[in-house]
C-alpha cells in the first residue's frame, strides 16, 4: 500500500498559500534602509562580526529586477518542529524555479550536523509537493547541533565550495540565527560567496522584534493547544471534580500561555516574566494557587484549569539563582559531574559548589528535577521541557492544603488535580491558514535576498494583522538583533529574546480579566483549526499579534 494521506490532507494539498503583493510578480527588486545596530554591546558585537556588522535593513519590493540566474541554493531545518517548514522550503523552490527554471535546491538532512557532515539530497518539485502545508520537518528532519567549531565551520566551507552552493537558507530560532550570523560572518571572512540567510521559526513566539513581527509556528501551536484546553475546561465543568494543571511549551517566554489564556480564559494563568519582575518565590506562587482554590471551592466549584509555562522555574527567584549557579559550575565541570558513579554523589559534590540557599533549594526538589537541570543542550538551555513543574505545583499544592485542612481551614475544598503537558502535540499540527501564509512567504523572500546576495540576514514579513495583499517582506541584518549573554558561564553573542511584554496590550489585557476568570466558570471554547469557511473563522492572527498591532 503507498503513502496514504486523509481526505483532509488532501484538499488541503491543493491550498495554494498567499503572498505579499510584491512577491508576486515577475519583477522583484531590493529597497535599502539605514544601516543598523544592535541595540546593545555594540562595540563587543561589532569587534566579532566586523565584515557583517551594520549592514542596512531591506525591503522587497516590485519591480526593478534582480537578476534571473539560475542559483544552487541548501536549505536546513534546525532546532524544535514548528508548524510550516516544509511551506518554507516550497516558498524557496518556487521563488527560485520562478526566477530560473535551472535553479536547484539541496535540503541537509537532520539539522545543522547535516551541512558539517555534507548529508543531503535534493529537493525536487515532485518531493516537496507532497509536503505543501503539511505540518513537520520531517521532508529533512531537523536537528540542535551548533555549527561553531572551528573545523565544523571549515567542513561547512568545503561543502559549499564543492557544491558550489550560492546560498544556505537556515530555518531556526533564536540560537540557530545567531549561528546564521556567525556562518555568514565565517564565510564572508574566507572569501566564499555562498550567501547564509535565517527563517525565523519557533513555536515559542519569543523571536519577534520591531521588523519581525512573529516567528511562524507559534500561530498553530497556541491554537491546537487552546483547542485542547478549551476541551479540558468543557470535561472541568462537566466531570465538576478536577483540577487540571496544563503545562504548556515554550523554553523560556510564556506568550504560547498568555495567547492561550487570551483563547481559553482558564482559572489561572501564571506569567513566568511576571514572577520575575515581582520576584515572586515558588511558595508564592503556591500560596496563590492555593487561595483561588479555596475561593472557588467555596463557591462549590472544587474544579478549575491552571495553565503553567514551560519556562516558569528559570523565572522564579530561588530557582533563577540556583539555575545560574549550576550554569557556572558546569561551565567549569561539567564533565567531572556526569562521570561521578551515580546521583548521590552528584548531590553531595553539588552541596559543596553551591551557595547555602541554593543548595537548600535544590534540595528540596524531586531527584528527577534535580538531574534535569544538571543537562544543557547544545546551546547551554536547560531541557525544560523535561522538568515537571505542573507535578511540582499539584504536589506543593495538595500539601499545602492538607496542611490548612489539618487545622479546620478549607473546608469546603476537595482537590482532585490530573496533570497534562502541551509540547510535542502541537508542535508538528497542519499549520493554519496564516502559519501557511507566512512560512511560504518566508520561504519565498528568503529566496530573494540569496538572489540580491545578501548574507547574515533574518527574512521578514511584516504588517501582518491586514490582509496579505499589504504583507510587505524584507530582511533584518542578524547582527543587529544580537547582544550579549551568559551562556555555560562564558558571555556570547545571541539573538536577544522577546520576553512577555508587561506593559504591552497582551499581558495588560490578561491582568484586567484574570480575577474574574479565576472564580467564575468564564472559559472559551476555540475548537479545532479551521481552514476552509469564513475569513474571521480560518483566517484570524494570534489574539497576542492583534493586540501587538491594535
Ligand atoms: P526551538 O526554540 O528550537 O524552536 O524549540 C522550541 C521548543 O519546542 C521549546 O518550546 C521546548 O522547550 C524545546 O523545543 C523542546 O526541545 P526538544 O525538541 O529538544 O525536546
Redesign the pocket.
Known sequence: MGLQISPLQQARAGYRPNLPKALRGGSIGVAFGAPTEPASDREEIRRLFPNTYGQPAVTLVAGDGLQAAPLKVGVVLS??Q?PGGHNVIAGVLDALKAAHPESRLFGFLKGPAGIIKGKGRELTPELVDAYRNTGGFDMIMSG?DKIEKPEELAACKKHFAEMGLDGLVIIG?DDSNTNAAVLAEYLKTEGCPTCVVGVP????GDMKNEQIEASFGFDTAAKTYSELIGNIARDATSAVKYWHFVRL???AASHVTLECALQTHPNIALISEEAQARGTTLEQIVNYIVEVVVRRAEAGRNYGVVLVP?GLVEFISDFRVLIDEVSAILGADERYIHGLPDHSERLQYLNTRLTAESARVYGTLPRDIQEVLLRRDSHGNV???QVETERLLIDLVSDRIRLLQSRGQAEAVKFSALSHFF?YEG?CAAPSNFDADYTYSLGFAAAQLVRARLTGYTANVRNMTKPADEWVAGGTPVTMMLNLERRKGVLTPVIKKALVDLGGRPFTEFAERRDRWAIGDEYVFPGPIQYFGPSEVCDAPSITLALEKA
Open positions: 532546532g524544535g514548528a540542535r530560532g521559526k519557533t513555536i515559542d511549551m515554550g523554553r514551560e531541557p525544560l521541557s509540547g508542535r
